[in-house]
């Protein structure tokens, strides 16, 4: 039990606010996509199709390709590398301040590495005010540092080398061409240019973002979630100290925004079935800082069911979730003019559960402009 806590939640509180605020009780207009996507810290960009999901779930009346509209037309979105290393979409408007903050990380290269020094000085050189290949810009790396080794890196379609540069803000996507993979920097690609920040007001706007959106949270899902250590994680807790509370969820101390501590009180438990795509923010940020050996009880509708949902080599599957339970996957298959959903459930759900569900897989198949066959 949490010592010298006030405060007092049960998950079920905390799972219906999460909701709320990932919109996911109440869905949003189109209109909001960009303001959405930032509201849960970025969309998961490393299977394209997911990102487009994950604001399916959370906006009535999405269209199909708003996603690749508002990031490759409209320049609202920026696609890199960001917390974790991992790919997201950002938005436009919000840059400069996740750039703040991804500049303070210490691992993935982007701190003591040499090497890594001279292919982003030469990436940043290279890309200012223009957009290239892959294989270009592999080139003219090469020229300017005389270094066939960093061309290498760059040509790597891992793009570990290349995350030092997203971090630093010299290296964003680019619409592709033919099938090949261009970058620009975000100074050219965002209309105005970045609005720039001081690096602690990068970390504590990032870190409040965070709770905003995943609390009850402590230090380690902090640290997780962000991908750069434990001590980033608290340093990151420090720049909100004076704007945080202890709170004691089922005998876990947690914290939440104290701004939004009366709304978490005042939660109440809700009777919402949705289905979420595979790498859906929702789903890293309630399971990530949780060892695999814990039951997740918290966030697992049947507790030890979490390798059915993060497997070993890194995927992170569709879910069921029910009153913010992550309670089966799913998967989804498109032939033609017919979309095939299959839900699998850890245990049987309540008649309501089923009828949103179903109900969950006919806007979907609305979404795809198919016949649905639902398994």
């Given at each position: 039990?949490?010592?010298?806590?006030?405060y007092?939640?049960?998950?079920?509180?905390?799972?219906?606010?999460?909701?709320?605020?990932?919109r996911?009780?109440?869905?949003?207009?189109p209109a909001?996509?960009?303001?959405?996507a930032?509201?849960?810290?970025?969309?998961?960009?490393q299977?394209?199709?997911?990102?487009?999901?994950?604001?399916?779930?959370?906006i009535?009346?999405?269209?199909?390709g708003?996603?690749?509209?508002?990031l490759?037309?409209q320049?609202?979105?920026?696609?890199?590398?960001?917390?974790?290393?991992?790919?997201?979409l950002?938005p436009?408007?919000?840059?400069?301040?996740?750039?703040?903050a991804?500049?303070?990380?210490?691992?993935?290269?982007?701190?003591?590495?040499?090497?890594i020094?001279?292919?982003?000085?030469?990436?940043?050189?290279?890309?200012?005010?223009?957009?290239?290949?892959?294989?270009?810009?592999a080139?003219?790396?090469?020229?300017?540092?005389?270094?066939?080794?960093?061309?290498?890196?760059?040509?790597?379609?891992?793009?570990?080398?290349?995350?030092?540069?997203?971090?630093?803000?010299?290296?964003?996507?680019?619409?592709s061409?033919?099938?090949?993979?261009?970058?620009?920097?975000?100074?050219?690609?965002?209309?105005?240019?970045?609005?720039t920040?001081?690096?602690?007001?990068?970390?504590?706007?990032v870190?409040?973002?965070?709770?905003s959106?995943?609390?009850?949270?402590?230090?380690?899902?902090?640290?997780?979630?962000?991908?750069?250590?434990l001590?980033?994680?608290?340093?990151?807790?420090?720049?909100?100290?004076e704007?945080?509370?202890?709170?004691?969820?089922?005998?876990?101390?947690?914290?939440?925004l104290?701004?939004?501590?009366?709304?978490?009180?005042?939660?109440?438990?809700?009777?919402?079935?949705?289905?979420?795509?595979?790498?859906?923010?929702?789903?890293?940020?309630?399971?990530?800082?949780?060892?695999?050996?814990?039951?997740?009880?918290?966030?697992?509708?049947?507790?030890?069911?979490r390798?059915?949902?993060?497997?070993?080599?890194?995927?992170?599957?569709?879910?069921?979730?029910?009153?913010?339970?992550?309670?089966?996957?799913?998967?989804?298959?498109?032939?033609?003019?017919?979309?095939?959903?299959?839900l699998?459930?850890?245990?049987?759900?309540?008649?309501?559960?089923?009828?949103?569900?179903?109900?969950?897989?006919?806007?979907?198949?609305?979404?795809?402009?198919?016949?649905?066959?639902?398994?």
């Amino acid at each position: 039990m949490a010592k010298d806590v006030g405060y007092r939640l049960t998950w079920e509180q905390a799972l219906a606010w999460r909701m709320e605020r990932h919109r996911l009780a109440r869905r949003g207009a189109p209109a909001a996509l960009a303001q959405i996507a930032g509201e849960v810290c970025g969309l998961h960009a490393q299977v394209m199709s997911s990102a487009g999901l994950s604001l399916w779930a959370r906006i009535e009346g999405l269209e199909r390709g708003a996603v690749e509209e508002a990031l490759w037309k409209q320049r609202a979105l920026v696609k890199m590398w960001s917390m974790r290393g991992t790919l997201h979409l950002l938005p436009a408007d919000e840059v400069g301040v996740w750039l703040a903050a991804l500049g303070t990380f210490s691992t993935r290269g982007n701190r003591g590495y040499p090497e890594i020094d001279r292919l982003v000085d030469a990436i940043a050189r290279t890309l200012a005010d223009r957009v290239m290949t892959r294989k270009e810009l592999a080139l003219a790396v090469e020229q300017i540092t005389g270094d066939a080794t960093l061309s290498e890196w760059v040509r790597s379609s891992w793009g570990s080398y290349l995350k030092a540069a997203s971090f630093r803000g010299v290296l964003c996507f680019a619409p592709s061409l033919g099938g090949r993979v261009c970058f620009t920097t975000p100074e050219t690609w965002i209309p105005g240019g970045i609005r720039t920040a001081d690096p602690d007001e990068g970390l504590r706007t990032v870190t409040r973002r965070f709770l905003s959106a995943y609390a009850p949270a402590t230090g380690t899902d902090l640290a997780f979630w962000w991908g750069d250590g434990l001590r980033a994680g608290e340093r990151m807790r420090a720049t909100v100290a004076e704007e945080i509370v202890a709170v004691d969820v089922e005998g876990e101390r947690a914290w939440v925004l104290i701004d939004d501590l009366e709304d978490l009180l005042g939660a109440q438990p809700l009777r919402v079935a949705r289905l979420l795509p595979a790498f859906d923010p929702w789903v890293i940020g309630a399971l990530i800082g949780r060892k695999p050996g814990s039951d997740c009880s918290s966030v697992l509708s049947s507790p030890g069911q979490r390798r059915q949902v993060f497997s070993p080599q890194g995927w992170v599957s569709p879910v069921l979730l029910l009153n913010g339970r992550i309670a089966g996957t799913w998967a989804h298959t498109l032939k033609g003019r017919e979309l095939l959903v299959e839900l699998a459930p850890f245990a049987p759900h309540p008649a309501w559960a089923r009828a949103q569900l179903e109900a969950e897989a006919e806007r979907l198949a609305t979404y795809f402009e198919a016949g649905l066959a639902l398994r």
